[in-house]
Structure formats: structure tokens, C-alpha cells
């Protein structure tokens, strides 16, 4: 709103900084801001435009209006005292990413802790019954422990294999070829990933098979199985191989990026001393990324703890292969059991409490929390 | 790149190192590729043959083809060992494919008919290519309709031009919306005191945990009230709320290592906060940006859930995950079309990953920090 800021310094030229100015600016401001959006939202719900040209104005009123509500507003604020500039600016900063978060994801999470101390038409308190029943229902039991093998082998080997190819990428010859194909599934959407894995795990008797994995097994002499659904629990295995498929590209280019940091003379000053390049690796490279190595850590961490679209896509959680999220969803829309289906999502919040932890931990050390 | 060149040159031994890494390297991108491969490959392929015969008969192999066939007595019984060019089988042995001592094999062709096939091991490509997948998914999936008088009609569904369009309007906003948010956030989080930030902070990373399904019945009926279901606005604020955790925190992790300095000597200078921000965090950011923009314009643009919980199906709001939804149809039957349509859903995030790849380069924030 370019118009709105040349009449607002006109405005302060003239009064001098008056107190009646700011506090008129204060209500003006925020009250043009919402006035003017809620004018575009109405305009856009109700006008039938040509598609594209709708496509153009939403877009840019997505991206230019956001950007004017936080300049617009700062500028206000720009205008007090410098006591009450630094106490109100953190906010306006920090706010509209909290307004959105407690709305959307907290007060529901809030919601959802209660009704997991409820029992399953959320009538009357049970106490910690459901996180009893949690522990002991085989069908929620069997979702903690694959979430347990989803974490320990997929988000390990995710990260060393992110970790292991941006490094081999960083030295080799075809480095852009190389992470744009390991980084290609990441562009895949869940359900065609699931169609791309279903030929390969495809299980039919017989020597003709259409899945690459049996056509192997059957050409060394072995019998055809059905991988996704045969011997419990290590049918899991199979599906986690598809997460690390799709994810380990993700880690790749985060560490990627985080290797071109690495001070060029910090390795050849190594190297003219004579370390060797794994020695390098663990005693130079490790530690300068261990911050990164620690984001893409938690982040792949809680993207597995909350892994659903592929065993929906898989098995729809048949053969054992149930996780946390796929039986959340299961209790809360088709079993109708709130209660259970809430605890279980808690579950996965206590899961995440060591990684905070650990997340603060580092914060506090790097001084960004001192 | 240019980095290779310098460091090799002064180290010898170099070369046999290169070599083993760039073995191992292309040995894994072979292992990543092989199951984008087998879909390519397929969606190529006519419908009849997905399902018959595995993708890589494309490629030359040998398999057993009727080279000739053997007609048998009408009364022969098939109870009895059954005696084919003075060698004697059982009926199973015929059945199954009998090897025989030239190499070749034996199998009924028509068992009640009494013919055998003499087939021979040879090399065999299977040629037979496509290009109607595409042509399906692109103009529409064609709908038998009939009509009262009895004839059918074919009628073409709606092509994907619209969903395409659908959906960059869904993923642009919901891309750049929760990033910019975030960005501001990860800054006040990083550099500036404030009473609760540490509390605000460990919220921020909990909610990274919590399963969106634990959201949407709640948002659907703050959406209903406020009039907000159906309309693309709706779906922008569900993604930005949903994608805001791991930006904040992604960009907080960059944010946050920046050089003290950079702000002190810019403080100095009589900078406040907003163009601190916007003139040297925001172009210092641009790789962490144009990372997490990636990943948040990949979930986005592949989101399914969300985009059918919030603008519903209607043909003129739908987007492109949901028409490749609909096109494996209820039965699942469509792999042929489904095979076309993924390649078709990729090329978008394919494309933004090569635009934006450059920024990946060595050296980006070292450069501006000593300058």
C-alpha cells in the first residue's frame, strides 16, 4: 500500500510526532489492513472471473498482501517510542506465525489431549484408561512398535544415506546429474510412489511375475513371495524402503547445501597436513554440519513418526503393518473411538519429547537461548 | 564445477579415488532410478501388457517362443505317459513346460485339441509402445454413456489443463505465504529478546509433531462459520498453518548461526529490525529459502487430504493429485492412465527443483560476511 505510507509521512511532518497521530495510525492501520483484505476475500468468493486471470489476482494477493500486512503494520509500530518499539516489534514478528499455529494446531492439540483422558464418545472422564489400553491393545500396541521400526531403520538410514550421497556427490564428476536423480522421488506424489512400488513388490504364483523383486527371486531359482504382506513384522521393512526411497533425498539436499559451507582452505589446510579424506570427514566436515546434521535429524524423525499416506497406499495398514497415524485415523473416523484415537496421537507427542530436548540442549550450547 | 578443478590438481592420487567414487555414486543413482524407470517405462506400455508381462521385457532377453506345433493323435489319454517324438511325458510334465534333451521345450498349446507347442530359447524385445496413456490423461479419460435409445455414446472428461491451473494456484500462495511468516518468526526467535520466547519456541517444535488428521475436523468447522469452505483463500491458510512448524523451524536453524556481527555493525548504522530483515536476512536466507520453498511447494503440490478436505471435488476447483485420484478410478483398474498421469504430476516440482537447484552453490554466505 505505497498511496497509504506517502499521506502517513505527510501526516507526521506536519503534527510533529504527535501522540494523537500515532495512537489514530494504530487503529487506522491495522483497521485499513482487515478491511481491505476482507474486501479481496469477498470480492474473490463471490465475482466470477475468467480462470486464469483469478489464478493471477489470488496469487498475487496471496504473496503481495501478506508482505503488506507485516510492512504496514511495522511501520505503525515504527512510529512509537523506542521503549515500546522494542517491546511490541518481537511480536508483530512472532504473531501472525502464532495466531495461525495456535489456530490451526495448537487449540486442536489441546482439544485432543482432553479427549484422550475421555472415554470413546469424549461423554465423561476416564482418567489414563485409554494410555492403560494403549499399552496393552495388541492393534495399538502393534502401531507403537512399527512406528519404532519406521524410526529406527528409516530415519537412519535416510540420513546416512543423504549424508553419504551428498558427499560422494560434492567429489564426483556428474554431481548435479546424481542428486537431481536421488532427489527425483521426493516429486513423486504418495499415490503414484505406491503404484511405482507396487511393481515392484507385486506377488502373483507361478514363473511369470510382473514385480521386479520376485522376477529376481524366481531367476535365481527362489519361490515368489508377497512381500508386503508376508512374515510379520519384517513385511514392514519393505515399506520403510520406500520412505527411504522417497525421503532420503530431502536429507541429501540439505546436507548438500550445508557441505558447500564447509571453508575450502579448512580442508586443504587438512589435507596438506596429511589426513586422510574419512578422517576428514569425521574430524572437519561432521562437526561443522552437526547443527545441520541435527535438523534434518528431528525433521526426518517427526516426518516418520507421522508417516501415513504410504502404508495407506501400501496395505491400508492390513498384515500388521499399522502405524500410529493410520490407526489414529482409523479409530477416530471409522471406530468412532475418540478416546483411543486421541491418545494415540499424544503418544506420538511424548515420542518427540527427547528430540526437543535435544534440540534445546543445542540451541543452549550454540548461545542462542543463553 | 568449477570447485573440482584446483583441488585435484594438487593432490595425486586423486584420480583412483574419483574413479571408485564416482562407482559407488552411479551404482546407487542406478539403485534410485530403477523404480522411477520401471513406471516410465510403463506408462509407454499398451494397458494389456502392464499387467502380463514384467516392464523390462523391453529390453532384449531370452525367453521360450513357439517355434513349431505338434499335432497328437485326438485319442491319445492323458491318463498314460504320453509319448512326443519318441520320449514319453506325463500330462503335469506338459502342463508346466517340459524341457527336452535339444534345448527346447514342451507345453500344451490346447490340451482338449491334443497340440503341443515346440518352443525355443531366444533373444526377445518387446516393442510395443504407446503413446495413448498420455493422450488419455491429457485430453481426458473417454466415459461410455448410454443413451435411452439404446446406442453409447463416448464422451471425454475434462482435460487436466484446469487442474493444472487449480493447482498452481494452491501451491504458489501456500508456498511463499508460511514461508515468508516463518522467516519473520525464525528472525524474532533468533535476534530479538523477548519475554515467553523460549516457551513460544518449544511450542513451535512440538507442533511439529502433531498429524494434520488431528486438525481438520476442527478447522472444517471454523471454516463452515466463516464461509470459507471451498474458496482457495481456505486452502492457503490450512497449508501455510500446516507447513508454518517446519519452516519456522527449518529457518530458524539458519537464521540463527548468522554471524553477530552482521547485526551489530548494522545496528550501529541505524538499522531497525524490519530493514534488518528484509535487506540482509531475507537476501542472506536465499539458499535456506529456496530450500524449504522446494519441500513445501513438493508437499503442496502433491497434497491430496488436504486440498479434497477443503475445496472438495468439484471440477472447477479440483487439483491435480485429486484428477489422478479419480483417473485410477474406484476399481483401480486404470494403471495404464495412472502410470501417464504421475509422470504428468511430476514435471512441475522436477521443474522448480532445476530452477532453483543453483542457489545450492558453494560459498553463498561466506562471500557477503566478509564484503
Redesign the interface.
Known amino acids: 500500500m505505497p498511496e497509504l505510507k506517502t499521506t502517513a509521512n505527510g501526516t507526521k511532518g506536519a503534527a510533529g510526532g504527535a501522540r494523537g497521530a500515532v495512537a489514530l495510525w494504530s487503529v487506522l492501520i491495522p483497521a485499513l489492513n482487515a478491511a481491505g483484505h476482507t474486501g479481496i ?1 469477498l470480492f ?2 463471490d465475482t466470477e472471473l475468467n ?2 486471470l ?2 493471477i489476482v ?2 498475487l494477493w ?2 503481495v498482501g ?2 503488506a500486512l ?2 504496514s503494520l ?1 511501520w505503525v509500530v ?1 512510529q512509537y517510542s523506542e521503549t515500546w518499539k522494542r ?1 511490541i ?3 508483530l ?2 504473531g ?3 495466531a ?2 495456535t ?7 489441546i ?2 489431549v482432553i479427549m484422550s483422558l475421555q472415554d470413546a464418545t469424549s461423554s465423561k472422564f476416564v482418567g489414563l484408561a485409554n494410555y492403560a489400553a494403549v499399552f496393552t491393545n495388541r492393534l495399538l500396541l502393534t502401531a507403537l512398535r512399527n512406528n519404532l521400526l519406521w524410526v529406527l531403520f528409516g530415519a537412519s538410514a535416510c540420513i546416512v ?1 543423504g549424508l553419504l ?1 551428498a558427499v ?2 560434492d ?22 510412489a505406491g ?3 507396487k ?2 513388490y507385486y506377488y502373483q504364483p507361478g514363473d ?5 523383486l520376485n ?1 529376481i527371486v524366481v531367476s535365481l531359482g527362489g519361490e515368489p513371495q508377497a512381500w508386503t504382506s508376508m512374515t510379520q513384522p519384517w513385511n514392514n521393512l519393505f515399506l520403510i524402503v520406500i520412505l527411504i ?1 522417497m525421503q532420503t533425498g ?1 536429507a541429501m ?2 546436507f ?2 550445508a557441505l ?2 564447509v ?2 582452505d579448512m580442508l ?1 589446510a587438512a ?1 596438506v597436513d596429511g589426513a586422510g ?1 574419512i578422517r576428514i570427514f569425521f574430524k572437519i566436515i561432521v562437526p561443522f554440519i552437526s ?2 546434521i ?2 534434518v535429524t ?2 526426518i524423525i ?1 516426518f516418520t ?2 508417516i ?1 499416506d504410504v502404508v495407506m497406499v501400501m496395505t491400508g495398514g492390513q498384515y500388521d503393518t499399522e502405524v ?2 493410520t490407526q ?2 482409523r479409530q ?1 473416523f471409522m471406530y468412532r473411538n475418540f478416546g483411543y484415537g ?1 491418545t494415540l ?1 499424544i503418544a ?2 511424548i ?2 519429547i527427547p528430540v ?1 530436548w535435544f ?2 540442549r543445542q ?1 543452549r550450547k ?1 548461545g ?2 543463553a | 564445477m568449477r570447485k573440482s578443478k584446483g583441488r585435484d590438481g594438487r593432490r595425486r592420487g586423486r584420480k583412483g579415488s574419483k574413479t571408485v567414487v564416482n562407482l559407488v555414486l552411479g551404482i546407487i543413482c542406478l539403485l534410485w532410478l530403477i523404480p522411477t524407470l520401471g513406471l516410465f517405462v510403463s506408462s509407454f506400455r499398451p494397458a494389456t501388457e502392464i499387467l502380463k508381462t514384467g516392464w523390462w521385457t523391453v529390453l532384449p532377453h531370452r525367453e521360450y517362443v513357439a517355434k513349431e506345433q505338434l499335432q497328437l493323435s485326438k485319442d491319445t489319454d492323458l491318463r498314460q505317459p504320453i509319448e512326443v517324438n519318441g520320449t514319453t511325458y506325463t500330462d503335469e510334465q506338459l502342463r508346466e513346460g517340459v524341457k527336452t534333451e535339444d534345448g527346447t521345450e514342451l507345453i500344451w498349446e490346447n490340451r482338449r485339441a491334443r497340440t503341443i507347442d515346440v518352443r525355443e530359447l531366444g533373444w526377445r524385445m518387446s516393442t510395443e509402445f504407446t503413446l495413448d496413456n498420455y493422450a488419455g490423461v491429457l485430453t481426458g479419460k473417454e466415459y461410455d454413456i448410454p443413451k435411452p435409445d439404446g446406442t453409447v455414446s463416448k464422451e471425454k472428461g475434462s482435460n487436466l489443463n484446469q487442474a493444472f491451473l487449480n493447482t498452481l494456484t494452491v501451491a504458489i500462495p501456500s508456498t511463499i505465504i508460511p514461508i515468508l511468516i516463518a522467516t519473520f518468526a525464525a528472525y524474532a526467535f533468533a535476534w530479538m529478546k523477548f519475554p515467553l520466547r523460549k516457551t513460544l519456541f518449544v511450542i513451535v517444535i512440538m507442533l511439529l509433531v502433531v498429524p494434520l488428521q488431528v486438525a481438520l475436523i476442527p478447522i472444517l468447522k471454523d471454516y463452515t462459520s466463516l464461509g470459507l469452505n471451498g474458496t482457495f483463500l481456505g486452502v492457503w491458510i490450512a497449508h501455510a498453518g500446516f507447513g508454518l512448524p517446519l519452516a519456522t523451524y527449518f529457518m530458524y536453524s539458519y537464521i540463527s548461526q548468522l554471524p553477530k556481527d552482521l547485526f551489530e555493525s548494522a545496528f550501529m548504522d541505524g538499522a531497525s529490525n524490519f530493514t534488518i530483515f528484509t535487506k540482509l536476512i531475507l537476501p542472506l536466507a536465499v539458499p535456506s529459502i529456496a530450500s524449504i520453498s522446494i519441500f513445501q511447494f513438493l508437499w503442496v503440490w502433491n497434497d491430496y487430504l488436504v486440498s479434497l478436505v477443503f475445496i472438495g471435488s468439484q471440477p472447477d476447483v479440483q487439483v491435480l493429485s485429486m484428477r489422478i485420484a479419480n483417473l485410477v478410478g474406484s476399481r483401480g483398474n486404470d494403471w495404464h492412465l495412472l502410470t501417464a498421469s504421475a509422470f504428468v504430476s511430476m514435471l512441475m516440482p522436477l521443474a522448480v527443483f532445476f530452477g532453483l537447484q543453483r542457489y545450492f552453490v558453494r560459498g553463498l554466505l561466506g562471500g557477503s560476511v566478509k564484503g
Open positions: 476475500f474473490l468468493r480462470p486464469v483469478y489464478a489470488a496469487i496471496g504473496v501478506v508482505y507485516y510492512a511495522n515504527e517491546r516489534q518481537p511480536y514478528f512472532v501472525p506465525a502464532f495461525l499455529l489456530w490451526l494446531l495448537l487449540i486442536p492439540t482439544r485432543t544415506l550421497i560422494l556427490a567429489r564426483s564428476s556428474f554431481e548435479r546429474l546424481a542428486k537431481a536423480i536421488v532427489f527425483m522421488p521426493m516429486a513423486i506424489s504418495f499415490v503414484a503404484v511405482i512400488w511393481f515392484i511369470e511375475q510382473v514385480g521386479l522376477a526411497w530431502f539436499v540439505i548438500s547445501a558447500k559451507a571453508p575450502e586443504e589435507r579424506e547443527a545441520t541435527l535438523s528431528t525433521t517427526v513418526l507421522k501415513f500410529v497415524a489414529f485415523y477416530f486421541s496421537a506420538l507427542l515420542a518427540v526437543i534440540n534445546l540451541l550454540q542462542g537461548f
